[in-house]
T-cell receptor
Framework: GAVVSQHPSRVICKSGTSVKIECRSLDFQATTMFWYRQFPKQSLMLMATSNEGSKATYEQGVEKDKFLINHASLTLSTLTVTSAHPEDSSFYIC??????????????FGPGTRLTVL | AQSVTQLGSHVSVSEGALVLLRCNYSSSVPPYLFWYVQYPNQGLQLLLKYTSAATLVKGINGFEAEFKKSETSFHLTKPSAHMSDAAEYFCAVFNDYKLSFGAGTTVTVRA
């Protein structure tokens, strides 16, 4: 149980285009989803927290208009990187919490999406 | 704010040897602590968590961690390393409904 998927696993796009990444909790309903960014050989940096039906809460320094987050249902959250630039290239990981028998403190992570902006 | 510090960015062990990964926390209240493992180009997998119940926590894949309040530590151990244990390991603390991660420790296993 507690499986989280992400799509796509890899995406390459041209500078200036927008990219949407989906995060789904497959076997539980997630009240909260999180989006992280990870640079090579570094730890995870939390970008934002989203609760179903509410606006996302962004961490300090993360541009809200750059990284659009939608959490329309208890099983789906999307991250859209708008007008992507090469510096946005990174590994983006989502996680979900609060479903089923698990407590809200335990997050289950997706497999990540590798974004490369040319 | 609560935080964790992982001592040692790289650990190299021989197959069959003890694996010891160090994590110290800073917290003014009893913390919820986690260990996650990340294999190359993958997301994180929960190894184990401490939520103020038993101080010795057993996880998956033969790993366990002991919460020591006197030392503010939550070190991860495995008695006998396997080649499949080669990965990145992250200690994390749950605070304000969010996880804060340590810098990570890369484990390599020598045959």
């Amino acid at each position: 149980g507690a499986v989280v998927s992400q799509h796509p696993s890899r995406v390459i796009c041209k500078s200036g285009t927008s990219v949407k990444i989906e995060c789904r909790s497959l076997d539980f309903q997630a009240t909260t989803m999180f989006w992280y960014r990870q640079f090579p050989k570094q730890s995870l940096m939390l970008m934002a927290t989203s609760n179903e039906g509410s606006k996302a809460t962004y961490e300090q320094g993360v541009e809200k208009d750059k990284f659009l987050i939608n959490h329309a249902s208890l099983t789906l959250s999307t991250l859209t990187v708008t007008s992507a630039h090469p510096e946005d290239s990174s590994f983006y990981i989502c996680s979900a919490a609060g479903g089923g028998s698990s407590s809200t403190d335990t997050q289950y992570f997706g497999p990540g999406t590798r974004l490369t902006v040319l | 704010a609560q935080s964790v510090t992982q001592l040692g960015s790289h650990v190299s062990v021989s197959e069959g040897a003890l694996v010891l990964l160090r994590c110290n926390y800073s917290s003014s209240v009893p913390p919820y602590l986690f260990w996650y493992v990340q294999y190359p180009n993958q997301g994180l997998q929960l190894l184990l968590k401490y939520t103020s119940a038993a101080t010795l926590v057993k996880g998956i894949n033969g790993f366990e961690a002991e919460f020591k309040k006197s030392e503010t530590s939550f070190h991860l151990t495995k008695p006998s390393a396997h080649m499949s244990d080669a990965a990145e390991y992250f200690c994390a603390v749950f605070n304000d409904y969010k996880l804060s991660f340590g810098a990570g420790t890369t484990v390599t296993v020598r045959a």
